[in-house]
């Protein structure tokens, strides 16, 4: 799968309007206003998105991953670098005492708001696009960068990445949403994303 | 044993032990059609919530439970059913949605269970078979799981006071203070200006508390000092660190707070 500038422009729109939303129910539930953007979307390797996110200096990242299925199969993660989740898991329950480790109790937290980050991206993708999905619950996994995007598989298989800034109580914290796809599914999503631009011209 | 799957749409295609298995299942189940009215729910759940299959089954889930109305859980509840993506509530931000009590407890709501809710809404294809989308709560006690926990971090918190605290003067010590002065240092790269919270450990073992305040110049430091705290001793210091290309100040103040 090879988007144009304008399918990932198109795209790019799509996630930002499912963003927007998990902004709104992230901000009900933090109790103070949660900003979310998503400036751009990106295809890369698996191999590229890992390098990334060690020069971020995140030997080990935490992962919120969710599977979809139907038209198009796909596995959404949400990844931080350990410690930016747990200032962003710090933030949102309000806990004033610095986390050493995000223990059970936490990881749950973390795997509620990934969910409502992916399900109402994911939600957007299937309103516009006409596609309709089933999802499985959230699981929550830590480890290398390589290890959780399962880079084993393939180095240089592509995949679509989304670059989520969280800014709350002025405190900013990075996060990377990828969709892991298959090449059936990236076939798919490509026609999808074509029928979109063409019922919007 | 009737756990009220009987009066579901099909009971003659259910295998004979699976009204069993549901009825002891060891989490709460509740199966909610299209409307949000109880199909079932599971004994778990109606000796907890000291109620009957009688009195829950048919009814609209926020007439039978009206603390849910306006809450997170109805939110949740419909943004789940309108997509039919699962969502997760966990007891970290939500503790207790459910008013749900241990079966001999007393209804009081201190006692409420701690619960961690799946909520679980068909799927494309089992909606075409069903004619309707149910969907399936399941709410775990994990108030064992919180008061564990909650011990594991009064211990922590002990044993940083054993190694943050001086023995003879009982304030913080040298670890405390470089553990500190880092900790802010990193805080106000990110939000200069921002106020810090006094470590809770200091407060605890005197009523007075060490301050590390930290900002980019050092009038905010004035400001960001709450009005309910006498400052007793107050070092102003200019670090050699820069944020932003300015030098960052620091301030060591010891305090009696009334908070």
Same mark, same amino acid.
């Given at each position: 799968? @090879?988007? @144009? ?60 991953? *969710? ?19 747990? *200032? ?5 329950? %309000? ?10 109790? !936490? ?6 708001? %990934? ?16 596609? !309709?999905?089933? %999802? @499985? ?13 399962? @880079? ?10 989304? *670059? ?10 990075? %996060? ?26 | 044993?009737?756990?009220? +799957? ?11 032990? +699976? ?12 199966? +909610?059609?299209?409307?949000?009215? =109880? ?8 000796? #907890? ?25 109805? #939110? ?16 970290? +931000?939500?503790?207790?949605?459910? $008013? ?5 407890? $007393? ?13 679980? $809404? ?25 008061? #564990? ?25 040298? /670890? ?22 006094? $470590? ?11 301050? =590390? ?13 709450? #009005?309910?705290?006498?400052?007793? /001793? /107050? ?5 050699? /660190? ?18």
């Amino acid at each position: 799968m @090879t988007l @144009t500038e304008m399918e990932l422009d198109a795209l790019a729109e799509i996630f930002n309007h499912g963003v927007g939303q998990a902004a709104l129910a992230l901000s009900e539930l933090a109790g103070e206003e949660v900003r979310l953007s998503a400036p751009r979307v990106e295809e890369m390797s698996r191999r590229d998105i890992t390098e990334k996110l060690n020069a971020q200096g995140a030997n080990r990242i935490c992962a919120v991953r *969710q599977g979809f299925s139907g038209a198009v199969n796909t596995e959404a993660l949400l990844m931080f670098p350990v410690d930016q989740s747990l *200032q962003l898991v710090q933030l949102m329950v %309000g806990d004033d005492f610095p986390l050493a480790q995000l223990s059970e109790m !936490e990881q749950e937290s973390l795997a509620e708001i %990934g969910n409502i980050l992916l399900n109402s991206v994911v939600s957007s993708v299937a309103d516009m696009l006409h596609i !309709e999905f089933e %999802g @499985t619950l959230p699981q929550v996994e830590l480890g290398q960068a390589s290890e959780v995007l399962h @880079t084993e598989a393939n180095l240089d298989d592509l995949i679509l990445s989304l *670059q989520i800034n969280f800014e709350i109580a002025s405190r900013k914290i990075q %996060g990377y949403l990828v969709f892991l796809l298959d090449v059936a599914s990236s076939d798919v999503l490509e026609k999808k994303i074509a029928a979109f631009i063409e019922s919007l011209q | 044993m009737n756990s009220g +799957l009987s009066n579901g749409s099909s009971p003659s295609t259910l295998p004979v032990w +699976l009204d069993w298995v549901l009825y002891n299942t060891q989490s709460g189940l509740v199966l +909610l059609d299209a409307d949000m009215r =109880i199909v079932f729910a599971n004994k778990w759940f109606l000796l #907890r919530a000291r109620l009957l299959a009688e009195q829950v089954n048919g009814g609209a889930l926020l007439d039978v439970f009206p603390v849910l109305k306006g809450g997170h859980f109805e #939110r949740a509840l419909v943004k789940a059913m309108r997509s039919g993506f699962p969502a997760l509530m966990s007891q970290t +931000l939500h503790p207790s949605p459910f $008013p749900l009590c241990a079966p001999a407890g $007393p209804r009081v709501n201190d006692s409420l269970l701690r619960q961690s809710i799946h909520i679980v $809404p068909m799927g494309p294809t089992d909606v075409a078979a069903a004619g309707q989308r149910y969907t399936l709560i399941q709410i775990t006690d994990v108030s064992p799981t919180v008061a #564990r926990e909650r011990l594991l971090k009064a211990h922590a918190d002990r044993m940083s006071d054993l190694v943050h605290i001086d023995a003879l003067m009982e304030i913080g010590n040298r /670890r405390f203070f470089d553990e500190s002065i880092a900790v802010r240092v990193a805080t106000q790269q990110q939000a200069p200006g921002r106020r810090c919270v006094p $470590p809770a450990a200091a407060v605890r073992s005197w009523g007075w508390s060490c301050w =590390i305040l930290t900002a980019s110049s050092s009038s905010m430091i004035s400001t960001a000092i709450p #009005r309910e705290t006498v400052v007793y /001793r /107050r070092w102003p210091m200019c670090s050699s /660190r820069y944020a932003a290309g300015r030098a960052i100040w620091w301030h060591v103040m010891v305090a009696k707070s009334w908070w």
